[in-house]
């Protein structure tokens, strides 16, 4: 697989864990799915970012963020000062969900279920232990629920530094980590009414992830 141009450890990143995940029959998910889709980039990183599950593309593809809601999120990276190239960018569930309505030819994307989250929560933890980041961006309602349980909502939490919740009993992949951002899933902004003030309010989101790392906020 040729590693994505603005993630040059691309596929080569936990390749133990990707050929695991590969075979991962933890949900009913991976029935329909085309295959399953890592987490990819820096190993280690100081910047994991979360989605919520691959999209249409990355199904096709098989790599996170490769398709319109990527390009979107790449963008508000680098204008907010962060080079993708040195994050690890991952989705909380693995296998696109989705429905074909009747008469159409087109998935429709389908938001994961607890059930599917928690199947899948293995893989995030060992994710987090391998990549090990001093940061963690949750993109979207459903990554920050991942996180933070189903109280979490976007609009309240957003850009600003979450404490770190602990979800390994072990502690091994809460190690080393400050904390959180979350903000919108950048698919959002794609079908905001107003999209640039959409995109200005992810950007400035991770403008805070930037100064944090930047050591100009604390935690
Ligand atoms: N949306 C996500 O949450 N993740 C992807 O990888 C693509 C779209």
Known sequence: MTPHPSCPAGARACPGLRT???DCRGCPLYANAT????GEGDVPARLLLLGEQPGDQEDRQGRPFVGPAGKVLT????DAGIDRRQTYTTNAVKHFKFTIPEGR??????????RELT???PWLLAELRV???ELVVALGATAGKALLGSTFRVTQQRGALLPWPKLDENGEADEGIRGLVATI???AVLRADDRESAYQGLVSDLR??????DGQRGT
């Open 105 to 114: 030819k087109r998935r429709i994307h389908k938001s994961p279920d607890l």
């Open 20 to 22: 695991a995940a590969a």
């Open 75 to 78: 963008r508000a990276l680098s």
């Open 119 to 121: 199947a899948c929560r």
């Open 35 to 38: 295959q399953t889709v890592f």
């Open 208 to 213: 805070v992830v930037a100064e944090v790392l």
């Open 185 to 187: 899933h950048p698919s």
């Open 131 to 133: 990549v090990a980041p």
